[in-house]
């Protein structure tokens, strides 16, 4: 309302000043406005092909989680997306044909708006459906892969869990050949013995062998713990060591990834990612997904450093990286019960709202903002165009009076 409030003004300004300035400084070169490429009711405006879902998705669970009211508009966007089966693809251009074998669902996107649409509340057949389609493809290790008939890894099962836990289910309940989501993660965790201690892999190698991946933990983290994308800091005492012993339960599995996460961050205070031929870089998103898992396995206080490192750090990458990137910090900042709209000087709620439709106003929000917009000057808006109206007189008064005086 403030900007629409602003622009408002400024435009009244401007016909003021128009009219009392001389000709040859208006600008006459034509205004252009670029044209969307992608829906309006869709946040970010890059190429949704491959994360449209999942980044609406994040971006409206961030929203919810802020206390911002999504626009209808973004919401019923999300719901669209869904195919009669319940499934979600990572982007539908065409959300009234049909979803047909070629549709490339995956178990990401659904889960994702599962959690969405779960916390906004009243969507019970849209997420009930997706649920459904869920179980349905469960593998009989116990776990999800990204496709429906792919091989399980700790990232897809830990959203699986986290939609599932967002409607009230009860993950160690969901079993596929009498393995649960919690049997196929601790089959993903390493032992505390060799390189990676205590962490989990993404998946097998095609050897079998199991390879640390702090991308992985952080999720198998979230996911062994039985919690979605938003946590709460946990309350059991951070343990940088790892422990095995007799058969390993999700919660040990857990402590174990955070305290090869605690390692990983202990130098620099951030997680890196390898690109091919060039030097190890800060990964911003790893880093922000550490803080969240770190949290909820151990308090705020076991993720102080990574999370004073994002502050001081992740401005430009979440700029750039659009709306996906703004919700995975507001999560960290939840997480640690850090001020979401104060993160390292940046409003990470005034940037998500921006990359997409304006959020709902709460109720009496608009009677009450057009007052607090009049209220940060005592003489309200007109009071400028009255300055203005004055400053434009005086400007016509003294170009008479040069004229005069030229012919004098």
Same mark, same amino acid.
């Given at each position: 309302?403030?900007?629409?409030?602003?622009?408002?003004?400024?435009?009244?300004?401007?016909?003021?000043?128009?009219?009392?300035?001389?000709?040859?400084?208006?600008?006459?070169?034509?205004?252009?406005?670029?044209?969307?490429?992608?829906?309006?009711?869709?946040?970010?405006?890059?190429?949704?092909?491959?994360?449209?879902?999942?980044?609406?998705?994040?971006?409206?669970?961030?929203?919810?989680?802020?206390?911002?009211?999504?626009?209808?508009?973004?919401?019923?966007?999300?719901?669209?997306?869904?195919?009669?089966?319940?499934?979600?693809?990572?982007?539908?251009?065409?959300?009234?044909?049909?979803?047909?074998?070629?549709?490339?669902?995956?178990?990401?996107?659904?889960? /994702? %708006?599962?959690?969405?649409? =779960?916390? !906004?509340?009243?969507?019970? #057949?849209?997420? @009930?459906?997706?649920? +459904?389609? $869920?179980?349905?493809?469960?593998?009989?290790?116990?776990?999800?892969?990204?496709?429906?008939?792919?091989?399980?890894?700790?990232?897809?099962?830990?959203?699986?869990?986290?939609?599932?836990?967002?409607?009230?289910e009860k993950p160690a309940g969901v079993?596929?050949?009498?393995?649960?989501?919690?049997?196929?993660?601790?089959?993903?965790?390493?032992?505390?013995?060799?390189?990676?201690?205590?962490?989990?892999?993404?998946?097998?190698?095609?050897?079998?062998?199991?390879?640390?991946?702090?991308?992985a933990t952080a999720a198998g983290i979230?996911?062994?713990?039985?919690?979605?994308?938003?946590?709460?800091?946990?309350?059991?005492?951070?343990?940088?060591?790892?422990?095995?012993?007799?058969?390993?339960?999700?919660?040990? /599995? %857990?402590?174990?990834?955070? =305290?090869? !996460?605690?390692?990983?961050? #202990?130098?620099? @205070?951030?997680?890196? +990612?390898? $690109?091919?031929?060039?030097?190890?870089?800060?990964?911003?998103?790893?880093?922000?997904?550490?803080?969240?898992?770190?949290?909820?396995?151990?308090?705020?206080?076991?993720?102080?450093?990574?999370?004073?490192?994002?502050?001081?750090?992740?401005?430009?990458?979440?700029?750039?990286?659009?709306?996906?990137?703004?919700?995975?910090?507001?999560?960290?900042?939840?997480?640690?019960?850090?001020?979401?709209?104060?993160?390292?000087?940046?409003?990470?709620?005034?940037?998500?709202?921006?990359?997409?439709?304006?959020?709902?106003?709460?109720?009496?929000?608009?009677?009450?903002?057009?007052?607090?917009?009049?209220?940060?000057?005592?003489?309200?808006?007109?009071?400028?165009?009255?300055?203005?109206?004055?400053?434009?007189?005086?400007?016509?008064?003294?170009?008479?009076?040069?004229?005069?005086?030229?012919?004098?």
């Amino acid at each position: 309302m403030y900007v629409r409030r602003s622009a408002a003004v400024l435009a009244a300004v401007a016909v003021v000043i128009g009219a009392a300035a001389p000709a040859a400084a208006a600008d006459e070169s034509p205004s252009t406005s670029p044209s969307r490429a992608y829906p309006a009711e869709l946040y970010g405006g890059t190429d949704p092909t491959y994360d449209g879902v999942w980044r609406q998705s994040l971006a409206l669970l961030a929203q919810d989680t802020v206390g911002v009211r999504p626009a209808k508009g973004a919401v019923d966007w999300l719901l669209g997306q869904q195919c009669a089966n319940g499934a979600f693809a990572p982007y539908r251009a065409d959300a009234d044909a049909d979803c047909g074998a070629k549709t490339p669902v995956d178990t990401n996107s659904t889960a /994702a %708006a599962v959690q969405a649409l =779960a916390a !906004l509340g009243g969507h019970d #057949a849209a997420t @009930g459906k997706a649920v +459904s389609w $869920l179980k349905s493809v469960q593998n009989k290790d116990g776990g999800w892969g990204y496709a429906a008939v792919g091989a399980s890894d700790t990232n897809s099962t830990s959203v699986v869990i986290g939609a599932l836990a967002a409607v009230g289910e009860k993950p160690a309940g969901v079993v596929k050949g009498g393995r649960s989501p919690y049997d196929a993660l601790v089959e993903l965790a390493l032992p505390c013995t060799g390189d990676g201690a205590g962490a989990f892999a993404f998946q097998p190698d095609k050897k079998g062998t199991l390879v640390a991946n702090a991308d992985a933990t952080a999720a198998g983290i979230l996911g062994a713990l039985g919690k979605g994308l938003v946590v709460r800091p946990g309350t059991t005492a951070s343990d940088a060591t790892c422990a095995d012993g007799g058969d390993r339960t999700p919660q040990q /599995a %857990a402590a174990n990834g955070a =305290a090869y !996460l605690t390692r990983a961050l #202990a130098e620099d @205070g951030h997680l890196k +990612s390898a $690109l091919p031929g060039a030097e190890d870089q800060p990964d911003y998103g790893n880093t922000a997904d550490a803080v969240v898992a770190l949290a909820a396995r151990s308090g705020a206080g076991a993720a102080q450093k990574p999370l004073r490192w994002l502050e001081q750090n992740s401005a430009k990458w979440a700029e750039q990286s659009g709306p996906a990137a703004y919700a995975q910090l507001i999560f960290a900042a939840h997480a640690t019960g850090t001020d979401p709209r104060d993160f390292g000087g940046v409003d990470l709620v005034k940037q998500l709202n921006a990359t997409g439709p304006a959020p709902q106003k709460a109720a009496g929000q608009e009677e009450k903002g057009e007052k607090t917009d009049d209220g940060d000057n005592p003489f309200g808006a007109w009071w400028y165009i009255g300055v203005f109206l004055v400053v434009g007189i005086g400007i016509g008064f003294l170009l008479s009076g040069r004229n005069k005086g030229g012919r004098q």
